[in-house]
């Protein structure tokens, strides 16, 4: 049977298909009408977040069974229509939790401690430290809206920090926010009591433009926001603009509602209070060795029906 690898995996994924007699084809950066002209000989597809698999490219896709995604978020993949081909969306959804929360802890880190921008400083032979003084995170409350892997590991390794984390999920039971120590209480709570609000929420209809200028309207004076999500989850020129009223004080974003994020689409230039990283939440070699192996077994289970 015939896989076609349309991203940039992990070559241990690929290798195990190989091993297991799996005919392998490595296609990246293809366009969609490429993808659209070569789909109808495979199989088996298997993509990361820089493949879109539409409704053309399922429809031009003869015998294909199972579309794998390495990695969690399967929102570029037209899952409605694929369900009705009767093909399999297989996903990695456990591999790259940790590597996701340990950016954003990076990333929170980062923007409270101004450490690019100091960097980039001392780079280019200045010494100013008046300029990057930061806050502390003790104390402060983390408000983390999708409480689920990422988010529940995000509330203990804040904690540790001896933050206060309280949460918004409508999907999780109380007695889980109790295990977690996460108060859990409702968006608008959330929005005005929290210095740092953090999302980790999947991209569904209900999620999509879920933090936008009515919502940032809501938070504290001064709030930091992290997005390590998904782009669409957060309206960036609703966030670009109250960073320059200082409604928000600081904001650390790893993906965009349109992927690359290039010079004349992004509203955050010349904004030395913004972090800004090309969607790294799962760029660990860890992380990639652990979706590609994982994704390759779910292809390979749907294969083998
Ligand atoms: P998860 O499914 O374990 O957790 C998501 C949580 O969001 C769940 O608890 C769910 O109940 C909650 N939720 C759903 N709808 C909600 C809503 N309307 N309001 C509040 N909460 C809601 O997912 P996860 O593995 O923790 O991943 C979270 C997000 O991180 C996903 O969007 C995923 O695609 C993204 N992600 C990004 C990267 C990256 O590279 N930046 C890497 C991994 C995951």
Same mark, same amino acid.
Request: charged share 20%; hydrophobic share 45%.
């Given at each position: ?17 190989? @091993? ?10 293809l366009?969609?009408?490429?993808l ?7 199989d088996g ?6 493949? @879109? ?5 399922i429809e ?6 199972? /579309? ?10 037209d ?9 399999i ?6 591999a ?9 802890c ?9 450490i ?9 032979? #200045? ?10 995170l003790?104390?402060? &409350? ?29 999907y ?15 968006l ?9 609000? &953090?999302? @980790?929420?999947?991209?569904?209809? #209900? ?8 919502? /940032?309207?809501?938070?504290k004076?001064?709030v ?9 989850v957060l309206d ?7 960073l320059?009223s200082?409604?928000?004080a600081?904001?650390?974003i790893?993906?965009?509602? #349109? ?10 230039l ?5 972090v800004?990283?090309?969607?790294l939440?799962?760029?660990?070699v ?11 077994k779910?292809v390979?289970?749907?294969l083998?029906?």
């Amino acid at each position: 049977m015939k896989i076609l690898v349309s991203d940039d995996v992990a070559v241990e994924g690929v290798n195990l298909l190989r @091993h297991n007699g799996y005919d392998v084809d490595i296609k990246v950066n293809l366009d969609e009408k490429a993808l659209i002209s070569c789909i109808g000989a495979y199989d088996g597809l298997i993509t990361r977040s820089m493949t @879109h698999v539409t409704e053309a490219v399922i429809e031009a896709a003869g015998k294909l069974k199972v /579309i794998g995604r390495a990695g969690v978020g399967v929102d570029s993949i037209d899952i409605k229509t694929a369900t009705q081909r009767g093909i399999i969306v297989v996903n990695a959804p456990t591999a790259n939790t940790v590597a996701a929360t340990e950016h954003t802890c990076a990333m929170i880190m980062a923007i409270t401690r101004h450490i690019p921008q100091a960097h980039n400083s001392l780079m280019a032979g #200045e010494w100013q430290r008046e300029r990057f003084t930061g806050i502390q995170l003790k104390d402060k &409350t983390i408000g983390i809206i999708g409480v689920g892997r990422i988010g529940s590991r995000i509330a203990k390794r804040m904690q540790a920090m001896e933050m206060r984390t309280i949460g918004y999920d409508p999907y999780i039971p109380a007695e889980r926010g109790q295990q977690l120590g996460v108060e859990l209480v409702d968006l608008d709570t959330l929005l005005a009591s929290a210095d740092y609000i &953090t999302l @980790h929420t999947p991209l569904t209809k #209900e999620t999509r433009g879920m933090i936008g200028a009515a919502e /940032i309207a809501k938070m504290k004076r001064g709030v930091r926001v992290i997005n390590v999500s998904r782009g669409a989850v957060l309206d960036i020129q609703a966030l670009a603009a109250a960073l320059q009223s200082g409604q928000v004080a600081g904001a650390a974003i790893d993906v965009f509602p #349109e992927e690359p994020l290039t010079q004349d689409i992004n509203p955050f230039l010349h904004m030395d209070q913004v972090v800004l990283t090309p969607h790294l939440g799962a760029s660990t070699v860890e992380a990639q060795i652990g979706v590609s192996v994982d994704v390759a077994k779910g292809v390979m289970a749907a294969l083998q029906g």
